[in-house]
């Protein structure tokens, strides 16, 4: 028997977004979704604009959210779960009205733009037994996962340095004075939180160290800039950090580093071993030798681990991006949420990043910014 | 208004097949298409299973494809757009069928085993007035369609050599033996066609460069070769191209070059200019330039051509892939289908690979395959 | 006229030396230099041997370099140009003696272990009108040099943000334990000085960053770690800078990252453009535009600049590597050296890194131990 | 004891050329010849002038290469090898006239532009027992060394096939008609003999996959092209092999492909792997596995065999380039023509590209010129 597709709703991802058609792309690539629903924009001019775009019935297009989630809730046809891609200082109030009416999430990241605020969220998705997910989507490519496993199984031995970096040149002007949708409310503290580059893509990389590492934040130091003039919000960052453990690790990330476009690292060095994954070229995993000798994995070779296996669509050589990655996320929720109607729980169904992770995020936020404020090492320790 | 999906039915892509998700996959990424029939195997069994596991309807689900196009061509609610993923040796039977049922066909490559056959499918989409499209995906990447563009533009001067690259290592055994389906048919002359390598791989070879430089190949001479025992066609092929006005060319295909994954790549050298494309890292186009500098255009950026441009989804950075290419076909047809019934053409809704390109494609073929039998140079013009 | 060869001797490179060995390839690259003197070793055994190997008369051959220094001075036919090669703790010693003695140095780096000492051979080597290079090889790559006009003939607009990196994997484990000769001293504060990282690798990465961009650290926080047990210096180290006039850097450095080979790498982003550099890959030059696009440069093609162009010996596509960058130095410090005799200077003659320039790496070490021991943003202006 | 250094002298290599300088650089670097003698251009100005610049006495500094010859044979101090890097069609003359007075030759290649004229030398050598090495000089990196021994220890599995590629963009203009002297006397077949791009570089690619895989040609198929107008000679080759043994063989050169530097790339596959080696990255050499995954092996890597690490200089990390593995065929010859003066031989003292190999390279140039001729594959099989 196939699994049904799961119906889902949308809030926000209206005209000109970049994040929401990504949503609905993930959504739709396996055909484990059907979008039934949508609060697409707070102009109802271009939110039913999009709702007759996708083929929706214009009952299931809402003028606000809170609307969306009272009606949705009770429906017997309503939404199971809804995809949440606002400016950030949406997502908690959208979030918990979805989960009030008793509808899973995913919601993207940074998860909200207040420590309290998330841990409400961890709190009601616990309470009303939700799924939620935070769309921390570098985490899908399979490569990654084959990341993690590796120093898993001990490959690299002790984990003694990390470095992660993300680096982008888009805002190296300032374009949030230009109209441009994207920078506008990304570049402005009201909607975006109190970072721009920490929330936007320190929060990816700090995810998705963690994810592989598997270690925990204790310390650190932040140093913050912003480089264009004119610009309300940091668009560089520097983070060095100590892990539990010992591990020492250093995040860095800018928004401002012209000609660069969506340059993602992650690098381990271990004891016995160092690996190397760049998100523009996804496909490939580097493992690096004691000698200097590297060994390149690529996905959908038969040498990879069954996780990286398990998501993964294509052979070797023909290469999946970004939006299969995405999809990865997309399909574990939808194996979760039909496991908990009884269905038998696919293998890595749980493999997506959580509330927690999101809350994790935000703390880690909070805490760059508090040192970068101090000038001093803080304490990054969290337990959610 | 938003363009409706097109209702599509699937010939082949049973259970255990590659290029039957890859379609489906590519027909659900933009939301542009619905799958509502299918006869997915010659097995009864399995037909159906793949039926139930699509979420089709039983009575949409047919034991044979003839059967499946007598219903669907009159039914009110039938399918407007068969997808033919069947071994090479049924796409001609198939095509025809629905053809006559006036159902517009995908059909994966190379089109037909003969000559005739190819032909006989060029007439009948022209008389009933269908769209016809053969999978050449290769060609809906956008960095294809840039080299494109620049050459038409004339940034490489007069093209004066062409090396087109098709290397795998998945044949490197005799996989054929061991029941690996993939490997069976297609190593398999009744179901593959007179060619293994050249068939699979080298219509591409021969379809990416045509795509791009424009040219028409006037005589060929290929060498061919068996390497791996056991096996009943080549595995290797290298064929030698004089194109029409003098350019030369070299075409050279592999499925035993052990440890190549997917290995397709392009170049092509003009008088004041080259260009260098790798499948494999698909985001990228090289521009060399006379003294040996080479730019490095990616996907995304603002210098890409409207063509470029409007085949691709995300952002610089945030690769795509083999199924968003496969995509762009899949979406230019349903944007053609819309257009015959009174819409606003899409711009580039023509640009696909039609059924006349996949008859130029077995005629390429069987041109090599005499060459390569005469030992000679063999006249290889053709107008379809 | 031919320019005659110098005549020079070395001090330290006896038998199982690293850098010895590369001092005289670079000197005899060119055919520049004639090697006719020598202190090898402070095993006198050792020294004769080397002495030996190299085909010097015995006579030349001493076993303390004062001896060494007292004899050649006065020699009519004596060495015009010394090469220190020993470790750091004897730099400052060895060149004084030469200098005092009138003759010319070469220096491997770090300078000398302590400031005043560095600043005493500044003075000296003024006072005697002497010329002093301190072979912080790295600049003297073609690609750097280009990487340096480009900077300033303003391609890359007001710079922003540098990041420089060093990393190496040679000492993960604890090497100096084993008797390796190399790791021995580097990891033996007596005799590399307070720093191992940072003196080793970390002036190298600073020099670099400060020939590109001529930019001046004027603060700067460094956090070190010794990540190996039983390590007696740092193995680790990032430091992060605010240069004057506002730009940002981050330098990291590692001797403990498994894997590595010698991966130095320079990446500098402006407002209109940015550039990367990789040792590891010392023939290309990476140009980074705002959409993103690249203009990979490479050695040896008619778009370079002069200074580029006057430092390298092959056509593009014959790869010069390490040597021949090292050897840039020495031959412009024997046409520096034969201009003062009144010959015509060459241009770019004096384009080698000076005492001066191994004085504000000195500087910049002390200044990152300070801020690491207080954990604190440290002044780190200097002016020599 | 030290080797004691060889004393040599050159034909050709005057103002302005470009290999003559490669050889005196590839015979500086380790210190194992000196340069006592020249006869560097048939203008005696020239000549003159480029002895001066070199130190030469007057009396060393010859109008003609035979007076050389004759003088330098029976002096004491007389030269004990040649090396001969002129215009291709006096390299037999040359080479005669100095194996006659019992001088050992290092040679540029191809070796004659006759058959004969080679099997000569061959038998002149022989008979004179003196050392005659073709400056093959690609099969001088290590990597190239690395890859011979992979091949030679079954890493590979049975070789099925070899794809090797020489192209270089240089003579996309006509070049030759500007008065530059390289492209002048490379383009005249009276000076280059009856070939260009065959002989120039197909002979460098023909003996780069010889030396790997060890394999002999035994049949060949030849089509040249001549794609700039006025040209002379073929600026563009390819040729299709079948090896004794099966394997079958792909070479192609080209001088016409713009924006190539000087792209020289083997790649073997076998039963059980693959490998791929640039000499654009040269210190690299790149193992395919089966299932798609890559090994990247390092020069410098403690994982080599004893061959590569007997010919490189500096640890891993560290460049080499073009003229080290130049110097290596000197330093082999050196080492050679010491140990028949009684000394111990050296490890690998042997591996250089003899006239034997050159020979090989001027029977397969003949054999493909034949068979372009012929429009056929000929029998290219050939014991020296």
Sequence with gaps: MSPR????????GGPGAFIGPVHRMAAALDGRYELVAGAFSSDPTMCRAMGEELGLGPERVYDDFRTMAAREGPRPDGIEAVSIVTPNHLHHAVAKAFLEAGIHVMCDKPLTTT??????????SEERDLVFCVTHNYTGYPMVKEARERVRCGALGV?????????QGWLATLL???GQKQAEWRADPERAGLSSALGDIGSHAHNLAAYVTGLDVEQLFADLGTMVEGRQMEDDAT????????????????QMSTGERNHLRLRVYGSS???????ERPNRLRLLSPPGDVTVLYRGSANLTDRARAHTRLPGGHPEGFIEAFANLYRNVADTVLAREGGGAEPFADDFPTVTDGARGVHFIQSALRSAEEGAWVDASYEP
């Design 5 to 12: 597709p799961i119906r889902y709703g949308m809030v926000g």
């Design 115 to 124: 420590l309290p605020d998330a841990e409400e969220l961890c709190r009601l």
């Design 159 to 167: 984990i003694r340095k990390v470095v992660v970096e993300y680096s």
């Design 176 to 178: 949030e004075s230009t």
């Design 239 to 254: 983070v060095l950090l100590r892990y539990v453990g010992g591990a020492r690790g250093l995040l860095h990330v800018s």
């Design 273 to 279: 071993g160092g690996l190397d994954w760049v998100q």
